[in-house]
């Protein structure tokens, strides 16, 4: 009995493991992560507190500074408007109040995607690196965009075949983190401390010949930029 | 006897049981085979599935390049041999774009990134020149005779690189696959680039372009105007980050020198409990860029109060005639552009771009690379029209809300302007009218984003 239950194990001990490694796999690949990060929304928040305190301010419901800081003070002169205009007041500012406001949801109604795309790129290709060695790299994407030896789109950039190691391999799915968002915002208001370069690479694992012949600019950790 | 009997049962049902199980074992062990063998040929089957997809993308990629580059040759011996200067202006605008999709479509295929730089570069440089010529035809001006010269260079350059395309489509027609050619690496090419090489700049006679349009190479190796003053040493650098900063000289670390347009030695050391990179130039000593990072949620100041802390910031760099003129709040932090205001007029080609921490009031960012690549002494000529002129000229919809006098970097040039900053429905709008002849010389778009506003 034992012999052939042993038998039969094995086999389907196999089948399901696969099968898991399988479904994993699959889950993987189809649950697409577009959660945007927490930080940013918090963040973001911020900017539409203020825009709301300076909106209740000018209406009379509001006379402390404006913070950005969702406070007590704000909170109950949020409730104050809520009540007075017929809605719950809860204290909640949520797509109505700010309709009532006048702040329509304008702020959260585009994407910027090529930051996002940016701050991918720069998640995957340097997350290891220090905050300017990020802003670094995101510098050199954007500086390819500029030069005419390269494509004219973040986008284009970012997917050429070939270009970078970490969109070759995946990683480009990764999400990034706040770091990575910061280092491209800058790099996207102009911060280059690379000086137009639009090559990079790692001397200790580069495996090409050709990309050593190029005008070395500065070197920011493990990362040697060229032009 | 009887114990022999009972024996002999127990060895017959042993003997039939055993089969029985072997059997079972056995199928159930075909049936994984069989199975798992169908998933292997599904899984083989649809791996070849998406390597076909892929191929037939590059192909089609490939092909839309050929016939680009075709039809950019024969528009452009069009434009050529004709003298009806309004079917040229036709004619090499369409050439520019059959260059800049014939571009596109290059980059869209699996070519190692060193492989074909000087052909994207050439591609490119036609598309940028016939705009430029398109752009001069359309106001009235005719080609010169040395622009028709470098036309016909560039056609010839185009039949060469043809011709070579022609040579890669008799490959592809006996089969030749690019996707699996571009999966071997040869040295620093791909076989796919090795392939393509025949379209590559060496076989090309480029004309020596000079024109002041974009994509020139004179325009990305820029000259630097504003930096004044003598070489000085790393240690005499980093003093005077230390009196700019406020951290000790022990404290900073020399990290590198940058040898660019600008040379700079390169420091770290540490504030706020955040690590800073900064860029001293060697000639003159200035304070060129800065960054770092803090993960602030907390705003506990007013912008108000982040400008008058970078004003003070600038001042300690040794910039004392600049104003702020832009600003934004992204996430905890705010970023502030600085120029300087000669009579009234805001110069933006010399800006200063810094990030204020809201949360603690620290800089967390500066960058002065446009300050000290075109602050000079500039002699700014005088407005020509008035400034109700232009404003005549917005349409009814907008509503005024300042006008300024700027000196604004368009098409890398400096164009002095009229800046009328205006609301249309809630969108914010900035257009720029030339001083001298009130034409419209760009205009822009604030959008709102989820991570602060972008000009467009």
């Known amino acids: 009995m034992k012999k052939w239950q042993l038998l039969l194990a094995i086999p389907l001990a196999f089948m399901l493991s696969f099968g898991t490694i399988l479904s994993l796999g699959m889950k993987k690949l189809s649950t697409p992560q577009l959660s945007s990060n927490q930080n940013v929304v918090t963040a973001q928040t911020a900017s539409q507190i203020q825009a709301v305190q300076q909106r209740l301010k000018e209406l009379g419901y509001y006379d402390g500074p404006i913070t950005g800081n969702y406070g007590p003070l704000t909170r109950a002169a949020v409730i104050k408007f809520q ?4 809605l719950n007041a809860e204290g909640y500012l949520g797509p109505q109040t700010l309709a009532m406001l006048g702040l329509s949801d304008n702020y959260s109604s585009q994407n910027n995607s090529d930051l996002y795309l940016l701050a991918k790129c720069v998640y995957a290709e340097a997350r290891g690196e220090s905050y300017v060695g990020q802003v670094a790299v995101a510098a050199v994407i954007l ?3 500029e030069h005419p030896s390269f494509p004219n789109t973040i986008a284009g950039v970012v997917y050429q075949p070939w270009a970078f190691t970490a969109v070759y391999d995946g990683q480009i799915n990764l999400e990034p983190d706040q770091t990575a968002y910061s280092a491209a915002q800058d790099a996207l208001n102009g911060w280059d401390p690379t000086y137009g370069c639009i090559y990079y690479y790692n001397p200790e694992t580069a495996t090409s010949q050709w990309i050593f012949s190029r005008e070395v600019v500065t070197t ?6 060229a032009k | ?10 060895d017959k049902t042993k003997r039939r049981r055993a089969p029985v199980g072997w059997i079972v074992t056995c199928s159930i062990l075909g049936g994984t085979v069989l199975g798992l063998g169908t998933l292997l040929y599904f899984s083989n089957q649809n791996a070849n599935n998406h390597a076909m997809r892929l191929e037939n993308m590059y192909q089609k990629s490939y092909y839309d390049f050929a016939d680009n580059i075709n039809n950019a040759e024969v528009k452009l011996s069009k434009a050529l041999s004709t003298n009806d200067s309004n079917y040229a202006q036709k004619l090499l605008s369409e050439v520019s774009k059959n260059v800049s999709e014939a571009e596109d479509k290059l980059n869209n295929l699996p070519v190692s990134i060193n492989g074909l730089e000087e052909s994207l570069k050439f591609i490119n440089q036609v598309g940028g020149y016939t705009n430029t010529l398109s752009k001069k035809l359309s106001r009235g001006e005719t080609l010169s005779s040395s622009d028709k010269t470098t036309l016909r260079k560039l056609h010839s350059s185009i039949v060469e690189m043809k011709n070579s395309i022609g040579e890669m489509t008799n490959d592809m027609k006996d089969g030749y696959g690019i996707l699996s050619n571009s999966l071997s690496l040869k040295g620093d090419y791909n076989d796919f680039t090795i392939s393509l090489q025949t379209i590559k700049s060496n076989d090309v006679d480029y004309p020596t372009m000079i024109y002041d349009g974009p994509f020139a190479d004179s325009q990305i190796e820029k000259d630097i105007k504003g930096l004044t003053g003598e ?7 980093k003093q005077k980050l230390s009196q700019i900063v406020k951290v000790a000289p022990e404290e900073i670390s020399f990290m ?6 600008f040379e700079t030695y390169d420091f770290m050391f540490e504030k706020n409990q955040a690590n800073c990179y900064a860029q001293m130039t060697k000639k003159g000593g200035k304070l060129i860029t800065m960054s770092s990072f803090a993960d602030n949620k907390n705003i506990s100041m007013s912008k108000e109060d982040a400008i008058s802390i970078a004003k003070e910031f600038i001042a300690e760099t040794g910039v004392n005639d600049v104003e702020c003129v832009w600003s934004d709040i992204i996430g905890g932090n705010a970023y502030l552009n600085f120029a300087p205001i ?9 800006l200063i771009k810094i990030k204020v921490d809201l949360g603690g009031g620290a800089i967390l960012g500066y960058e002065a690379t446009s300050y000290y690549t075109n602050h000079t002494q500039r002699k700014l000529s005088e407005f020509k029209i008035s400034s109700q002129q232009v404003q005549d000229k917005l349409q009814k919809e907008f509503t005024l ?6 000196l604004a970097p368009i098409e890398y040039s400096e164009i002095l302007c009229y800046e009328l900053t205006c609301y249309k429905n809630s969108d914010l709008y900035y257009f720029y009218f030339n001083s001298e002849n009130g034409n419209l010389e760009n205009v822009l778009r604030v959008i709102k984003t989820n991570d602060g506003n972008k000009l467009m």
């Open chain 1, 143 to 145: 500086n390819r965009v």
């Open chain 2, 401 to 406: 809300i300042s006008t300024k006098k700027a």
């Open chain 1, 220 to 225: 920011i950790g493990k990362h040697v930029f």
């Open chain 2, 256 to 261: 590198n020198e940058t040898k660019s347009s």
């Open chain 1, 83 to 86: 009540s007075d205009y017929g």
């Open chain 2, 342 to 350: 000669e009579n009234s007029v805001i110069l933006y080609p010399d």
């Open chain 2, 1 to 10: 006897m009887e114990n022999k009997k009972t024996v002999q049962k127990n």
């Open chain 2, 231 to 237: 070489m000085i040493s790393m240690d005499e650098a």
